[in-house]
């Protein structure tokens, strides 16, 4: 912010402000959107693993 007046860093932190708040709702959309993508792959996975010995169960018959 060298060289900058009072004026232009309140202008830009008036638009990162603005910027924050138009964008808050989306970036809650965009963490729903990826918790549920984590949560299908979780479901996918343990939908697999159920099919296959654990590495507790394949010790124990070792």
Do not use: C, F, N, W
């Amino acid at each position: 912010m060298d060289g900058e007046g009072a004026g232009e860093a309140a202008t830009r932190s008036e638009a990162t402000i603005k910027a924050t708040v138009i964008y808050q709702p989306s970036d809650l959309e965009r963490r729903q959107e990826v918790a549920g993508g984590l949560d299908e792959l979780v479901r996918g996975a343990r939908a697999k693993a159920k099919d296959k010995p654990s590495g507790t169960d394949l010790v124990r018959d070792a």
